[in-house]
């Protein structure tokens, strides 16, 4: 089978393709062949480093497909099912042996690359609308970074299916009509706005109850200079590096806020608590209220100049790798 490899961190260049035997599943382990691989952040944080793992390693952490064989103990998926999964790494492979509790069976209702663009990134908008702050109401307002990418758009419309206020900041004109088409209600772009200034303007001058930021350095300062008191950060992501450190009391001297740096798996570490944000997450695509954007698509093969699009904010919506 075909397979990208990394043997040492780096840039794109890094990304190689192999030939490998197709894996036999272990107990409790199923065999995946797979029909579409999402491809997100997170893959380019574990091939330049950010994330340590042990190499060779095989990126990816999501991906959709067929079940072709099961393990020993597996029981409640069996061949022919339709699954996705989202997990550490290992997808960018025309087949992967997933434990079979981190496997989440797919409704007839969506279909596989939908589900391949969806899974982790529609999971990390779910936890991020839902869990990550409970006492979010109906008509707060609230920001979001890169609101024309994968879990920027879902996030946004996850938060105005809810009742949000959504203030969306993007790059570019173009990507300013995707966010609107998503639903918000205002956008910035950050080629023409002060943000923390125009979400001042917009919100007569409270401030937003949560920022959500996947950007990073770059965002950082105006992402704390747009909350209102008592706000949350939120800091998922570090597209344009890691933000500089903060002192606590800064935090106070801003109105109380709180800053928090989740990630989606301290969130899924449980089969239950996975199936439920996945169940969710289908329930909001087959209703229709979220709609997943495929933006591009690129052979396995082709995984460098797909991972080079995404570091250079060249992408829209979701990317998908199709072996």
């Not at 340590?52 to 103990?73: D, F, H, N, R, Y």
């Not at 997943?292 to 995984?303: F, H, K, R, Y």
Request: aromatic share 6%; proline share 6%.
């Amino acid at each position: 089978m075909r397979a990208i490899e990394i043997t040492q961190t780096g840039g794109a260049e890094v990304l190689t393709a192999v030939d490998r035997p197709i894996p036999t599943p272990a107990k409790g382990q199923v065999l995946v062949r797979h029909e579409a691989i999402g491809l997100n952040f997170i893959d380019i944080y574990f091939r330049t480093g950010l994330y340590p793992a042990k190499l060779p390693l095989t990126p990816g952490s999501e991906a959709a497909g067929v079940v072709e064989k099961i393990g020993e103990g597996v029981v409640h998926v069996k061949p022919g099912d339709r699954v996705a999964y989202a997990q550490g790494a290992g997808a960018y492979a025309e087949f992967a042996a997933v434990p079979a509790d981190r496997l989440v069976k797919v409704p007839e209702g969506v279909e596989l690359r939908t589900a391949a663009a969806a899974t982790l990134k529609g999971m990390t908008a779910q936890f991020l609308a839902e869990q990550i702050w409970p006492n979010l109401k109906p008509g707060d307002a609230v920001l979001v970074h890169a609101a024309a990418g994968g879990v920027g758009g879902m996030l946004t419309q996850w938060l105005k299916h809810r009742g949000q206020i959504v203030i969306a900041a993007v790059g570019g004109s173009a990507k300013a009509e995707i966010a609107r088409k998503h639903g918000a209600d205002h956008v910035l772009d950050y080629d023409q706005d002060d943000v923390a200034a125009k979400v001042r303007d917009i919100t007569a001058g409270t401030g937003v109850r949560v920022v959500y930021d996947s950007v990073g350095k770059s965002t950082f300062e105006a992402s704390l200079n747009s909350l209102g008191k008592r706000g949350l950060l939120v800091c998922y992501g570090n597209a344009s590096g890691p933000p500089h450190a903060i002192e606590p009391g800064r935090l106070s001297r801003l109105g109380s806020l709180f800053l928090t740096r989740p990630t989606l798996f301290d969130y899924i570490a449980t089969p239950e608590a996975l199936q439920a944000s996945a169940d969710a997450l289908f329930r909001m695509i087959e209703s229709g209220a979220l709609k997943v954007d495929i933006g591009q698509t690129w052979p396995l093969a082709e995984a460098r100049q797909a991972h080079e699009a995404l570091e250079g904010r060249k992408t829209t919506g979701a990317t998908l790798l199709i072996p």
